[in-house]
């Protein structure tokens, strides 16, 4: 097996799906043995999430706590995220094209993919189980609010919601609104409020007093 | 054997504190595989550290051409070979059916088995 590594961008252009190399093999094992009745797919799932938070560096936390601090950097953010990115020495195959969506007073920002390819795991870390699922996609699009409530986020009354659709052209980083009484606190400290539900939408980040 | 006994007894896992670490999502879903056909008694852990840690050495000798996931993954297919649960005949023929669904699948959709069989 061969992996170009441009070669995750140029399926890009296509309009379907691809899977390859290990992701296909997983997925080729792992359907067989369920179906046989060997692997129970929840309890699968249920080892997979006491880990979830701990694929690679949460990379994505450090760029948020930049941007809180950095207004230069903020800006650079806005302009061309993948390259602000890329400054903190973050690249990665699933990670190059990026765009930022800010959350303000006024507006919260989700994100939806149903496929694994297009989340930007090198930024934010490995997805939760439940987002490739299909009713989390569809019911993330119709009642967001709905599903924000589930995960235990209610909004002040006049937020919008906007909600986003990951592609393989084009992956999303929620930056979360900087929690109060955090003036003066370093990028480190900082990055330890931000949790990958917030760089995702389905999670703000943490209060102040949350951490130590 | 829990997922941390499994770490403890295969001390070369590469983790934080008492947690694994993964590169890619694949391979915390190759971890979780092994650690669940374990639970289902498929095999005990101490044959999986064995062979794991075999394979890794062979794999250091060889000059190390594959990452550590990709050698646990190594040795999940053989177990599944060997233990009968799934042929390489048998992951072939599901591997060419997964890429025909991606094929036929629109980006952005959830890529799903179309079952000879099943309404809808």
């Not at chain 1, 507006?107 to 987002?131: K, Q, R």
């Not at chain 2, 070369?12 to 670490?21: H, M, Q, T, W």
Request: with cysteine.
């Amino acid at each position: 097996m061969s992996h170009d590594p441009a070669g995750d961008d140029q399926h890009g252009h296509h309009d379907h799906s691809h899977l390859e190399g290990m992701e296909l093999k997983v997925r080729t094992l792992e359907s067989l043995l369920v179906e046989k009745g060997y692997v129970d797919p929840g309890a699968l799932d249920e080892i997979v999430e006491t880990y979830e938070t701990r694929v690679g560096p949460r990379n994505g936390a450090r760029v948020v706590a930049r941007a809180w601090r950095d207004p230069a950097y903020l800006e650079r953010l806005r302009q061309d995220a993948t390259s602000a990115i890329a400054e903190l020495g973050f690249t990665g195959r699933q990670g190059e094209h990026m765009r930022v969506v800010e959350n303000t007073p006024e507006i919260h920002n989700m994100v939806v993919c149903t496929l694994c390819s297009c989340y930007p795991w090198s930024v934010l870390g490995l997805p939760p189980v439940w987002y490739k699922s299909a009713p989390y996609r569809s019911r993330a699009v119709s009642e967001p609010e709905a599903v924000l409530a589930e995960f235990g986020v209610t909004l002040p009354e006049g937020k919008t919601i906007r909600v986003w659709d990951s592609t393989a052209e084009m992956r999303y980083l929620v930056l979360p609104e900087r929690p109060a009484g955090t003036e003066g606190w370093s990028e480190e400290r900082l990055a330890d409020l931000v949790t990958r539900d917030s760089m995702i939408g389905t999670g703000l980040a943490r209060a102040a007093g949350e951490v130590s | 054997m829990t997922a941390i006994e499994a770490l403890r007894a295969v001390p070369s896992i590469p983790r934080r504190d008492d947690a694994p670490i993964f590169a890619e999502p694949w391979e915390a879903r190759a971890f979780a595989l092994a650690v669940h056909l374990n639970e289902r008694g498929l095999f005990s852990w101490a044959e999986w550290a064995g062979r794991f840690g075999a394979n890794l050495r062979a794999n250091t000798e060889a000059g190390e051409c594959l990452t550590y996931y990709e050698v646990w993954w190594q040795t999940l297919e053989e177990f599944g070979e060997e233990k009968s649960l799934a042929s390489s005949t048998e992951r072939a023929r599901r591997a060419a059916e997964w890429r025909e669904a991606a094929a036929r699948t629109p980006h952005g959709q959830p890529i799903e088995l179309r079952r000879s069989g099943s309404a809808g």
